[in-house]
Nanobody
Framework: QVQLVESGGGLVQPGGSLRLSCIVS????????MGWFRQAPGKEREFVAA???????NYASFVKGRFTISRDNAKNTVYLQMNFLQPEDTAVYLC????????????????????WGQGTQVTVSS
C-alpha cells in the first residue's frame, strides 16, 4: 500500500508562487505514475500535471508553462511548483499515484490512479 500526504498550500497573492509537496510512503514514488489534480468549490476535480515513466511529464492546457511537476527520489517526494498564480487557481490540490506504465491519456483522468492524498488548500487572493 502507498500513502500520500500533501503539504505546501496556503494563501498567496495573484502573481505569486507556491511549491506543493506530496510525501510518498510505503513504496518508492518512482514505482508509480504520479499526478496532481485540483478541485475548486462547486466544480469537478480536474487534471493538473503528471509524471510518467522515463521522467515524462504532461500538463493541463490551463497550466501554460506556469507549473512544473518533479520528483526527488531521495526524499520520496513529488512536487508541484506553481508560479504566476491567479485567483482561478484557487482549489484543493490532490496528489495521486497510479500504474507506472500508464499512457498519457490515462494519466489525465481520475480513473488512472488508485491512491490519493487528502489534499492541500491553495487560495490565490489579494
Amino acid at each position: 500500500q502507498v500513502q500520500l500526504v500533501e503539504s505546501g498550500g496556503g494563501l498567496v497573492q495573484p502573481g505569486g508562487s507556491l511549491r506543493l509537496s506530496c510525501i510518498v510512503s510505503g513504496r518508492p514514488a518512482s514505482d508509480y505514475a504520479m499526478g496532481w489534480f485540483r478541485q475548486a468549490p462547486g466544480k469537478e476535480r480536474e487534471f493538473v500535471a503528471a509524471l510518467r515513466s522515463g521522467g515524462r511529464t504532461n500538463y493541463a492546457s490551463f497550466v501554460k508553462g506556469r507549473f512544473t511537476i518533479s520528483r526527488d527520489n531521495a526524499k520520496n517526494t513529488v512536487y508541484l511548483q506553481m508560479n504566476f498564480l491567479q485567483p482561478e487557481d484557487t482549489a484543493v490540490y490532490l496528489c495521486a499515484a497510479g500504474p507506472l506504465g500508464s499512457i498519457l491519456s490515462t494519466t489525465t483522468t481520475e480513473r488512472g490512479y488508485h491512491s490519493w492524498g487528502q489534499g492541500t488548500q491553495v487560495t490565490v487572493s489579494s
